[in-house]
Structure formats: structure tokens, C-alpha cells
Nanobody, 122 residues
Framework: QVQLRESGGGLVQAGGSLRLSCAFSGRTFSNYAMGWFRQAPGTERVFAAAITSGGYNAYYADSVKGRFTISRDNARNTVYLQMNSLQPEDTAVYYC???????????????RGQGTQVTVSS
């Protein structure tokens, strides 16, 4: 059974950085594209970034482009989200997901994590 476990969330001041990690287990990690989504209080879960199974292509929501970087280490079965220049509007629960392609819709992923809280103070 596939398990995804996010870590690295926390409280950071505006302008700061965080790196989220998502550890994958239960299947062959390198067979899956990975995505990061986020959900702020009272809003829908939205796409943030995705990366292909081999790590050669990455895609970003306009709201995070230029500030966030998704990467993966297939030897460590882990996908990362480096978040720089964080702003209060980035406050959300961040989730990772694994799927057959780099979808920008949560429901299209096969496996999903439980999330990690990121809070950015002004």
C-alpha cells in the first residue's frame, strides 16, 4: 500500500523559506509523477506544483512560479518543495500526491498525503 508522508511545515516570517518533504513508500517511486497542492482555511485545495516521474519536467501554478521549486530524489523516494519569499497568503496545509501524470487536479492523483501546515506571519 502506498503511503505518502509530508514533513517540513512550520511557522515562518514573511520573506522566509521552508522546504517541504514528502516520503513515498509502498510502490516504485520512480514510476509516479508527484504533485503538491495547498489548501488555505475556508478555500478549496489548489494545485501548486508537479514534477514528472523522471524529474525532467516541472509545472507550477502562477501564484508560486519563481518562488517555489519542486524536485525529487528517486534514490530516496522523496519529493521536495522549496518555498522561498513566503508571504502570508501562502499560509495553508500543503499536501503531496502521486499519480500517473502531472495533473493539476487533486482528484486525478492515485495516492494522497495527509498534509503539513505552513503558516507565514506578517
Amino acid at each position: 500500500q502506498v503511503q505518502l508522508r509530508e514533513s517540513g511545515g512550520g511557522l515562518v516570517q514573511a520573506g522566509g523559506s521552508l522546504r517541504l518533504s514528502c516520503a513515498f513508500s509502498g510502490r516504485t517511486f520512480s514510476n509516479y509523477a508527484m504533485g503538491w497542492f495547498r489548501q488555505a482555511p475556508g478555500t478549496e485545495r489548489v494545485f501548486a506544483a508537479a514534477i514528472t516521474s523522471g524529474g525532467y519536467n516541472a509545472y507550477y501554478a502562477d501564484s508560486v512560479k519563481g518562488r517555489f521549486t519542486i524536485s525529487r530524489d528517486n534514490a530516496r523516494n522523496t519529493v521536495y518543495l522549496q518555498m522561498n519569499s513566503l508571504q502570508p497568503e501562502d499560509t495553508a496545509v500543503y499536501y503531496c500526491a502521486a499519480g500517473r501524470n502531472t495533473y493539476n487536479k487533486w482528484d486525478l492523483y492515485d495516492y494522497r498525503g495527509q498534509g503539513t501546515q505552513v503558516t507565514v506571519s506578517s
